[in-house]
T-cell receptor, first 115, second 113 residues
Framework: GNSVTQMEGPVTLSEEAFLTINCTYT??????LFWYVQYPGEGLQLLLK?????DKGSNKGFEATYRKETTSFHLEKGSVQVSDSAVYFC??????????????FGPGTSLSVIP | DAMVIQNPRYQVTQFGKPVTLSCSQT?????MYWYQQKSSQAPKLLFH???????NEADTPDNFQSRRPNTSFCFLDIRSPGLGDAAMYLC????????????FGPGTRLTVL
């Protein structure tokens, strides 16, 4: 079946440090891949997505590249800020062309950025 | 701002005592979802409504029910909560079937004593 695995947190970084949060997946079909972010006290928000192999999703300085050969979708940011402190969820959904199947989430990785 | 609202944010109930969680949305989205998220685990889809059509996940316990009286509101009823039902419950919406859930509420944290 479809599943998503993420690196365990919590991750603590100093401001302006480089961030990598690892994500790997198993899926049948041709999944689209996503990163969601949940800021403290708020709901999940879609951060970025990639719909096919070698696509790079990017938003707010975050990037992730869809690597089919390694079944990975690692999240990166060159210089984190305190405001990036949140829980990050990797997710996948199988795109059937005109519609998505249900979203499968990873367990989330908590990031704390200290000044 | 258009949004998804969940009430209450924190709910405490007793073992076996029925509890209802509520979700409302101002987005006029056709699809509403309920997810269960236990500590350090992935959100797990319980069921969703496409308009008035109810779609239950195969592994959702019978103890969990849902109602959607109109487009704006959706309720999660837990008929006889057990200790294992303590979790964060997330409501989400999507404009139509086959689209990703794109707006999430902040969640209701349920404690079962």
């Amino acid at each position: 079946g479809n599943s998503v695995t993420q690196m365990e947190g919590p991750v603590t970084l100093s401001e302006e440090a480089f961030l990598t949060i690892n994500c790997t997946y198993t899926a049948t079909g041709y999944p689209s891949l996503f990163w969601y972010v949940q800021y403290p006290g708020e709901g999940l928000q879609l951060l970025l997505k990639a719909t096919k192999a070698d696509d790079k999703g990017s938003n707010k300085g975050f990037e992730a590249t869809y690597r089919k050969e390694t079944t990975s979708f690692h999240l990166e940011k060159g210089s984190v800020q305190v405001s990036d402190s949140a829980v990050y969820f990797c997710a996948l959904s199988v795109d059937w062309g005109t519609s998505y199947d249900k979203v499968i989430f990873g367990p989330g990785t908590s990031l704390s950025v200290i000044p | 701002d258009a949004m998804v609202i969940q009430n209450p944010r924190y709910q405490v109930t007793q073992f076996g005592k029925p509890v209802t969680l509520s979700c409302s949305q101002t987005l006029n989205h056709n699809v509403m979802y309920w997810y269960q998220q236990k500590s350090s685990q992935a959100p797990k889809l319980l069921f969703h409504y496409y308009d008035k059509d109810f779609n239950n996940e195969a592994d959702t316990p019978d103890n969990f029910q849902s109602r959607r009286p109109n487009t704006s509101f959706c309720f999660l009823d837990i008929r006889s909560p057990g200790l294992g039902d303590a979790a964060m419950y997330l409501c989400a919406t999507s404009p139509r079937q086959g689209r990703l859930p794109d707006h999430f509420g902040p969640g209701t944290r349920l404690t079962v004593l």
